[in-house]
């Protein structure tokens, strides 16, 4: 970051010539404000501001993302914007021209400031889209924020107009003004969350460092739920903090939708210092529900917030950023959700052993594992992230598994000194502070420097291949064997999206008995068995016939189905017996907390 002294600006031309063309690009010295106004609900839409001065460059591109990191879809936030129009500082129309479908030009020779006008029509409550309500606004800074390309390093301040009585709690960099905050560079603007309105705040410390538990609507989250899932979230902080030597932000936003989405993009979204959640109603929800996602999103503020793949270091946001490595991003986060809170007493060794094993499990019962890998399964996401494929595997199942895998063979190789944190600390250390991302022979370069062996094999065998892992071997350097025992699993033949109170049907497998039930396409699921769907205990319904409460626009209706059973090979983790000094030590370390 390069400060930039009121008092004059340095300013910096470079010419580059780009196919025999000369563009004049600037790399220091605009001011940029954002004013984001919500004038009337009703109408949803938020009027967005951009003030660029400065401006020593003959012409200027702003562009608008086309996805949000993390969400793994392009959206094309363009569709949303109303009446977009750029004037000068005497407000006289500047001509534009749209270059691409989300960059505009504007010339600016001799023209020092711009404004840029527009509204953004906030209609969808989802992890990645912008939704305006007559009691709140919410989005993320990527749906509503223009970059001044080649500016991308600068500063800029966001400045709120908002109805009297409404609150607001941003991700963004709070000043001495409620109604202004700032960014440091415009990756860490768009990756802020924020809400404006009522809902409920919650306030607390962890390491000296301010954290914010937002629950919307307000009211259905109790207070004393609340406390509890604030005093679980921050041992989950500082179990984490541990590994990586310190929390890295300033302050951290956890907001919570206790509704259902508007789109798929449903679960949660990890942000740089701020996650977003949805959760079934406040009612209903409880810290023990919630605190596994909860687990698994604080995780990301390094891994992948940070400790990220190089294809997306810097993010393109203008198109799809393929990557190998999302098995690490998010399988690894998977592993260390659950590893996080069995070291903060939130989960007994068993549960821990118990997940291992279902990782695994999972992996071994799904036909796609011996087709494609975890790295295929990673760059593939962006054709199958919103909706399902005809055949696929989860990088989330299969980096998990492979993180308990590797954390247990680098503890054998090294007699238990490393594991598995001292290659998430040396990503962190090593690439993300010196402003880079890593590759896969970065990972393999840091594992080999651990245990001085060469685990290029393991890759070659495990991460771009589809072998199967030795289970026995590898959990036997903890003096764990795989106990396999056939089960009876529900196959209920339908996908099922949560949306409109209640879960949605988005698919029905022909072949099975939800599609001689009657259930049709776009029902929405309100009641199994009675009960609201988050609590059934869906696992237990295999070979049985339930009664559906379902939703058919606007008319309620009962519907009986016989649900379908399948044959899965489960696994546990079953002791060994007499474990040797090394397998001792092993365990010991892997369960330590
Ligand atoms: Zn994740």
């Not at 005497?90 to 001509?95: A, F």
């Amino acid at each position: 970051m390069r400060k930039i002294l009121s008092s004059f600006y340095l300013v910096l031309a470079i010419t580059f010539f780009i196919g025999g063309q000369a563009v004049l690009a600037q790399t220091v010295g605009l001011k940029i404000d954002y004013t984001v106004t919500v004038s009337d609900p009703s109408t949803q839409q938020f009027h967005i501001s951009t003030d660029i001065k400065n401006i020593n460059q003959p012409r200027l591109d702003l562009s608008l993302p086309t996805w949000t990191p993390g969400w793994y879809t392009v959206e094309n936030y363009f569709k949303n914007v109303l009446r977009f129009r750029i004037t000068d500082g005497s407000g006289k129309i500047l001509p534009h021209t749209m270059s691409r479908k989300q960059t505009w030009n504007v010339g600016t020779k001799g023209i020092k400031e711009i404004k840029v006008d527009y509204d953004y029509q906030a209609t969808v409550l989802a992890l990645n889209q912008a939704k305006i309500t007559k009691d709140f606004a919410f989005f993320t800074g990527i749906e509503l924020f223009l970059q001044a390309e080649g500016h991308r390093d600068e500063p800029s301040t966001v400045h709120f107009a908002i109805p009297s009585g409404w609150k607001i709690v941003s991700a963004l960099k709070e000043t001495n003004d409620p109604m202004v905050f700032t960014a440091d560079n415009y990756d860490t603007l768009v990756d802020a969350p924020t809400e404006l309105g009522n809902f409920d705040v919650t306030k607390f410390e962890v390491e000296g460092k301010l954290h914010y538990f937002v629950a919307n609507p307000a009211g259905t989250f109790s207070a004393e739920k609340a406390q509890k899932f604030t005093e679980m979230v921050a041992k989950v902080a500082k179990v984490d903090s541990a590994i990586f030597g310190g929390l890295p932000y300033e302050k951290y936003c956890y907001f919570y939708f206790f509704s259902p989405p508007e789109s798929n993009a449903s679960g949660a979204l990890e942000h740089l210092n701020s996650f977003v959640a949805f959760a079934p109603p406040g009612s209903i929800a409880t810290p023990e529900m919630i605190i596994g996602t909860a687990a698994h999103e604080f995780f990301h503020l390094w891994n992948v917030k940070r400790i990220r793949p190089a294809e997306m270091w810097p993010y393109d946001y203008s198109r799809e950023n393929e990557t190998p490595l999302l098995w690490v991003s998010e399988g690894f986060t998977n592993y260390y959700g659950n590893v996080a809170r069995y070291r903060a007493g939130l989960m007994t060794p068993d549960t821990f052993l118990q997940s291992a094993a279902d990782a695994a499990s999972g992996i071994e019962n799904t036909e796609a594992r011996h087709y494609i890998s975890p790295a295929e399964s990673s760059v593939s996401t962006w054709a199958g992230y919103d909706t399902p494929v005809a055949f696929g595997i989860s990088y989330y199942t299969q980096g998990q598994n492979l993180g308990a895998l590797l954390d247990l063979s680098i503890r054998q190789d090294t007699e238990g000194k490393s594991g598995l944190d001292d290659v998430m600390r040396a990503l962190f250390n090593d690439f993300y502070k010196r402003g880079t991302g890593f590759t896969t022979e970065d990972m393999i370069g840091i594992i080999n420097r651990l245990t001085k062996k060469d685990y290029h094999d393991f890759y070659r065998q495990y991460v771009f291949g589809t072998d199967v892992p030795d289970y026995d071997r590898i959990f036997g350097y903890a003096g764990y064997r795989l106990e396999k025992k056939t089960q009876q699993v529900p196959e209920f033949g339908i996908g099922l999206r949560n949306r409109n109170g209640g879960l949605m049907v988005s698919s029905i497998d022909p072949n099975s008995s939800a599609a001689s039930s009657g259930l049709k396409v776009g029902d929405v699921v309100t009641k199994v068995n009675g009960e609201v769907p988050a609590r059934v205990a869906f696992g237990t319904l295999a070979g049985k016939t339930i009664t559906l409460t379902v939703n058919r626009g606007g008319i309620e209706s009962e519907i009986p189905m016989k649900v379908g059973s399948r044959d899965v090979t489960g696994y546990s983790l079953a002791d060994g017996a007499n474990l040797s000094d090394q397998q001792r030590r092993i365990r010991d370390g892997w369960l330590k907390r």
